[in-house]
């Protein structure tokens, strides 16, 4: 049977100090089998970006990780990864910023993991690349002469390509993804972005498959939403609720609906927004006040990147004058963690929650609406406030679905959580948790691995799906010297 080879910007060793992967380590625990191979950055920046990846045998897994150069990591990972790509992913073009010397930077890390990892690969070995980080490191490894199956999956949205095309080298980065055999996505949405862009910007036809032949590749674009294991999270939120800090959370709250939020500190995730709805819910419906605690967890993230200092100066000041406009002796309407908490503890706290207010302004899923619905006690669940704009919510349309973007209905919706009778929330709450059981994180990684495991037709079986299956293809609107590069 065929080896798996994740490839992802971090990797989570067990036992060092570095951070596990998000939600990407819970999502591939079923496909990381003894045996699989775990590649990317180790998470050091020294002088110079190494030359051999460090192998470390765990469990049965090997992990193997890259150290990189500081200037390396600055320019790939807080310049265009993160200052280029992320932004133009999550529909903020004002805030992106371009930089050649970054996207160089980006395209040299990329460069250096397919190096250091060709070596340890066997010829019958299945490769899983995953986010935006790594757009280019499929073409790397192609033209390392790299002939294995090689499937990549993007957390984030796809943007189309009225959007795409503002990216400075947009045409070399797609052109460079499409030499994956497999593409994934979110949602139907995403990958329908992705298709417009390889007709605009690529001058090829997919087919209703999402299947077209680039450079001479068979390459397939699939929906898989990734999801959670139910059963494993309600279980652990209902220890957990229990638990020594989960009484400490009940009986803080004296009797009060507890709301809850869970984010990244990111401008993605629509915290100032929410912040404000919570203001206009106390000024527009005054019998909430003193009655509803809100909990907003922000875990600090990517803080070298100058707007997320930024906005973690914005939040403190939007919940500071909430807090202190509306607060009491005894009560405080917001109470502002700004780190990371356990995901067992968590799940204790999602449990309490009458309300999960999930509002960012775009994101490519959102794990924490499906834990939250996962944690709930289903004789007396929670209500989840979605934004509309969350991968999750072509899935969840049972939740209370909201444009982040409007204050109002933010807190509109609040309000109609905290009211909702007992009947109506038990039956969304059904209906919710029928949706995530259907999307596991098994079924997440079943579905991807289908696709790459299947071998390609013949030949002939290709058909006509791109008009320059005789030849390599040049994206438009790109010069040719450039295009020789990618």
């Known amino acids: 049977m065929s080896r798996m080879v994740f490839v992802s910007n971090r990797v989570p060793v067990p036992g060092d100090r570095n951070p596990a992967a998000g939600g ?30 460090i192998v470390t045998p765990v469990r049965g897994v090997t992990y193997a990780t890259l150290d990189l150069g500081a200037d390396d990591y600055a320019g790939f990972y807080t310049g265009f990864a993160n200052s280029s790509l992320y932004p133009l992913l999550l529909y903020r073009l004002g805030l992106m910023s371009f930089r050649q010397e970054d996207y ?56 189309p ?57 068979r390459v397939q674009a699939i929906v898989a939403p990734i999801g959670i294991d139910v059963p494993r999270f309600s279980g ?13 959370l009940e009986q803080s709250l004296a009797g009060r609906p507890l709301g809850i939020s869970v984010d990244r500190l990111d401008y993605a995730k629509g915290l100032p927004n929410r912040i404000h709805a919570i203001a206009n819910l106390l000024a527009r419906y005054p019998e909430h006040r003193n009655q509803v605690t809100f909990l907003q967890i922000a875990a600090p993230s990517r803080e070298e990147v100058s707007a997320y200092r930024g906005l973690r100066r914005e939040l403190d000041r939007a919940v500071g004058d909430v807090n202190g406009r509306y607060s009491e002796a005894d009560w405080t309407p917001i109470r502002h963690m700004a780190r990371a908490v356990g995901r067992s503890t968590l799940a204790g ?11 960012p302004l775009r994101d490519g899923m959102n794990l924490v609406a499906k834990e939250f619905v996962a944690a709930q006690n289903q004789t007396d669940p929670g209500v989840l406030i979605l934004s509309r704009f969350a991968g999750a919510a072509e899935e969840m349309p049972e939740a209370l679905i909201v444009n982040p973007f409007d204050i109002e209905e933010i807190a509109d919706r609040m309000h109609e959580g905290l009211i909702m009778p007992l009947e109506e929330r038990q039956a969304r709450h059904k209906s919710l948790l029928a949706s995530i059981r259907g999307t596991s994180a098994r079924q997440f990684c079943q579905t991807f691995l289908t696709a790459l495991r299947a071998p390609p037709p013949d030949d002939g079986d290709i058909g006509d799906w791109s008009a320059d299956t005789d030849g390599p293809t ?11 590069h990618v």
């Open 349 to 359: 706290y999602y449990r309490l929650a009458r309300l999960g207010v999930v509002t």
């Open 474 to 484: 040049q994206p438009r609107g790109q010069a040719p010297e450039l295009a020789a």
């Open 104 to 159: 160089a930077a980006y395209r040299s890390v990329n460069r250096a993991f397919a190096a250091a990892l060709a070596p340890l690969l066997r010829p019958d070995d299945l490769i899983w690349v995953h986010d935006y980080q790594l757009l280019t490191v499929g073409h790397e490894l192609r033209a390392l002469g790299v002939s294995q199956r090689i499937g990549f999956f993007l957390h984030t949205p796809f943007v």
């Open 24 to 53: 990407l380590a819970v999502a591939l625990s079923d496909a990381l089998v003894s045996g699989s191979l775990w590649f990317g950055w180790s998470g050091k920046s020294v002088k110079a970006t190494a030359t051999e990846a």
């Open 161 to 217: 390509p009225q959007i795409f095309q503002a990216l400075p080298r947009a045409a070399e980065l797609l052109d460079a993804l499409c030499a994956c055999d497999v593409v994934g996505f979110h949602t139907q949405g995403y990958r329908d972005s992705f298709l417009q862009c390889v007709t605009a910007m690529l001058g090829i036809h997919p087919d209703s498959d999402g299947v077209f032949c680039h450079r001479g590749r």
């Open 236 to 248: 652990a939120a209902s220890r957990a609720a229990s638990s020594s800090l989960g009484m400490k």
